[in-house]
C-alpha cells in the first residue's frame, strides 16, 4: 500500500512538472531584419506577454523588460544584425524571473514597440520598430561613441567601485573579426573584464574604425543589391514589416440637423462580383465594405452630416440601382470607395482620387486610360474606365458627374481628402486624376472615386486586409469630407441649387486651364473681366487650374 501511495505522488508530481511546461511562459525565439525605413526586432512568445519598454542615455539605449518569463535563463541573449541596422548591440539582464533586452543604437529615431496577436500558424510577437533616422552606422558626426567608466558599468551592469582610473570605455559587443582585432591592438582589458583604451588610443581608434566601417557599408551595399536582383522576402517577414496600425478614434453616432449634408457612400463591387483579388485572397469587395462602413460611421458623428451607405452587406447591387439609391436619398456627395490591382510585376503601390474629366479629347486623359488597358488594370477604377463606354457603370460608381461645376466640386474635395491620406498613407498620385468617360445627363453631384491603395502589391494587401488600417482610411477620408465643407460652405447647395438656373438662362462654365488669366478668358468669351469677376464673385485675378467661372 505505501509502495502505492508512492507510486501515486511520484505520478502526481510529474502530472504537476507536466502541466507547468505545457503552460510555462515562454520566450521561444528572438529575430531582426532592417529596410531602408527601419529596423525591427521580433521576440516570438508563447504567451501574451507583459512588458515594459524606457528610452535612455540620449536616446542611444532602449531597453524592453518583460515579466514572468518561465526560461528566463534560457531566453535567447543573441540576435543577428544586418548591415544597416539601427541596433549596434544587444545585452541580455535578469532581474528575477524578469528578463532586460538592453539596445544600443545608433541611428535610430524613437522606437516602437507593440504585439501581434497569433494569427497564420505564428505564436504571440512582441516587435519593436528602431525607425532609421538616416545614419547607419556612426554617432557624434561620425565619430565612435566613447563613453566614461561610471556610464558604461551603469549600462552594462558591472557594479560599481572597481577602483580603475578614470578612462574611456569602448561599449561595442558586435564587431566584426577585423574590428576586433583593431580593438585589441589598441586596448587593455582591466581585472575586472573591461576593456579599456586611453584618449589618444580612442582617437586613433575612432579614425581607423571610421575608414573601416565606410569599406564594410560599400560591400554590403553591393551585397545588398545582389540579393535584390534575386531573392524575395519570405512571406511571414513580408507580414511583420507591414505596421500594425493604431486604431484612430472612435465614432459616436449622433442626431444629425434638420438639413445635413447627405453624403452617399458607394462600396465598389459586392456579392457576386468580388472585384479585384489579391494573391493573399483578400477581396475587394470585402476591403471596400469594411471602409464604407466605417466612413459611414464617422460621417454620421458628425452633426452636419448624415451617410447613406449604397450596399452595407456583402451584396450584388445593380450598377443603375446603385445611383436611383444616391438620387433617392437626395445626396449631396458621392464617393465611391474601391482597391486598385495591375498586372504581376508591377510595384504600384499607394491610395488615388479619380474624378470626371470635362474634356474626353485631353490627351493626357486618353493617354492614361489607354495606359490602364493595356496594363490589363484589375477591378477598381479599371473597370469603370476600360468599360465605360459600352456600359453605365459610370453612372454607378461616378454619379451624375454630369455638370462643369459638379466636376469643379468633385475636383476640389478631392485635393482636401489626398492631403489627408496624404498624411496617413502612400499616394500614388498626389492629385485627382481626370477620367476621360462619357458625360451623362444626371443631377449635379459632386463626385469622385477613391482608389485605397493596390491589392497586387504585397504589403497593401495586407494593410488594407487589417480593421485598423481600414478604419485610419475610412478616417482620413473623413477629415477630407470636413475640411472641404469648412472651405466651401457656400458651395453647400450651389451644384445643384445653380446648375438648373444656369441652364434657364443659357449660361456656360469654363474650366481654368493651365497657362490662362482673366482676360484672355474674357476676349474667348467677348464679356469683360469685371464681368467675370462679378458674376463668379472674384475678390482678385488670381485663378487656379481647375476652377470653373460662369460666363455671363
Not at 90 to 119: C, E, H, M, S, W
Not at 458 to 483: F, T
Request: hydrophobic share 35%.
Amino acid at each position: 500500500m505505501k509502495s502505492l501511495v508512492k507510486f501515486l505522488g511520484m505520478a502526481a508530481t510529474c502530472l504537476s512538472l507536466m502541466g507547468n511546461a505545457a503552460l510555462a511562459d515562454n520566450i521561444v525565439n528572438m529575430r531582426a531584419f532592417a529596410n531602408q525605413d527601419k529596423t525591427r526586432v521580433v521576440l516570438d512568445l508563447d504567451f501574451n506577454p507583459r512588458y515594459s519598454t524606457a528610452l535612455s542615455n540620449n536616446g542611444q539605449t532602449f531597453v524592453v523588460r518583460v515579466n514572468d518569463v518561465s526560461n528566463y535563463r534560457q531566453a535567447p541573449a543573441q540576435l543577428s544584425l544586418q548591415r544597416g541596422s539601427a541596433v549596434r548591440a544587444l545585452d541580455k539582464n535578469l532581474d528575477g524571473n524578469d528578463v532586460r533586452y538592453i539596445f544600443t543604437l545608433q541611428g535610430a529615431g524613437t522606437p516602437n514597440a507593440f504585439v501581434l496577436k497569433p494569427q497564420s500558424g505564428h505564436n504571440y510577437r512582441l516587435v519593436v520598430d528602431f525607425p532609421h533616422t538616416g545614419t547607419t552606422w556612426a554617432t557624434d558626426n561620425g565619430q565612435l561613441q566613447v563613453l566614461d567608466q561610471a556610464t558604461a558599468q551603469a549600462r552594462l551592469g558591472t557594479g560599481r567601485g572597481s577602483g580603475l582610473p578614470p578612462t574611456h570605455v569602448i561599449t561595442i559587443q558586435d564587431a566584426d573579426h577585423a574590428e576586433n582585432a583593431l580593438l585589441n591592438s589598441l586596448s587593455q582589458v582591466g581585472a575586472d573584464g573591461i576593456r579599456t583604451m586611453t584618449p589618444q588610443q580612442a582617437q586613433t581608434y575612432n579614425q581607423k574604425v571610421k575608414e573601416l566601417r565606410a569599406q564594410q557599408q560599400q560591400q554590403a551595399a553591393r551585397a545588398q543589391q545582389a540579393a535584390n536582383t534575386r531573392k524575395v522576402a519570405p512571406q511571414n517577414q513580408v507580414e511583420e514589416e507591414v505596421l500594425d496600425t493604431q486604431a484612430p478614434p472612435v465614432p459616436q453616432m449622433i442626431q444629425a440637423s434638420p438639413d445635413p449634408f447627405i453624403i452617399a457612400v458607394d462600396a465598389g463591387h459586392g456579392g457576386k462580383d468580388p472585384g479585384a483579388i489579391g494573391k493573399r485572397g483578400v477581396r475587394e469587395k470585402n476591403v471596400t465594405l469594411a471602409i464604407a462602413r466605417a466612413l459611414g460611421q464617422y460621417i454620421n458623428s458628425n452633426r452636419q452630416f448624415r451617410a447613406v451607405l449604397i450596399r452595407s452587406s456583402d451584396v450584388f447591387v445593380d450598377l443603375n440601382r446603385r445611383s436611383e439609391i444616391a438620387r433617392q436619398k437626395k445626396a449631396d456627395l458621392l464617393i465611391s470607395i474601391h482597391a486598385d490591382s495591375v498586372a504581376s510585376g508591377s510595384s504600384a503601390r499607394g491610395a488615388s482620387v479619380w474624378v470626371l474629366s470635362n474634356n474626353r479629347a485631353v490627351r493626357e486623359n486618353k493617354k492614361l486610360l489607354k495606359g490602364n488597358k493595356k496594363s490589363q488594370l484589375l477591378g477598381g477604377a479599371g473597370d469603370v474606365l476600360s468599360q465605360s463606354a459600352q456600359n453605365p457603370y459610370l453612372a454607378a460608381t461616378i454619379l451624375d458627374m454630369s455638370s462643369d461645376n459638379s466636376r469643379s466640386e468633385g475636383y476640389l474635395l478631392g485635393q482636401e481628402i489626398l492631403a489627408k491620406l496624404g498624411g496617413f498613407t502612400r499616394l500614388h498620385n498626389k492629385k485627382p486624376i481626370h477620367a476621360s468617360l462619357a458625360v451623362l445627363k444626371s443631377p449635379d453631384i459632386p463626385s469622385l472615386l477613391i482608389e485605397t491603395g493596390f491589392l497586387s502589391n504585397r504589403y497593401e494587401e495586407i494593410q488594407l486586409n487589417q480593421p485598423n488600417y481600414q478604419k485610419q482610411i475610412a478616417y482620413s477620408i473623413y477629415q477630407g469630407i470636413v475640411s472641404y465643407y469648412e472651405k466651401y460652405p457656400k458651395q453647400r447647395f450651389k451644384s445643384r441649387q445653380e446648375s438648373a438656373q444656369r441652364v434657364l438662362n443659357h449660361e456656360r462654365v469654363h474650366t481654368v486651364k493651365t497657362g490662362e488669366y482673366l482676360a484672355k478668358i474674357a476676349r474667348q468669351y467677348q464679356t469683360s473681366v469685371k464681368a467675370l469677376k462679378e458674376r463668379n464673385q472674384l475678390k482678385s485675378d488670381t485663378l487656379k487650374v481647375g476652377q470653373e467661372l460662369i460666363i455671363p
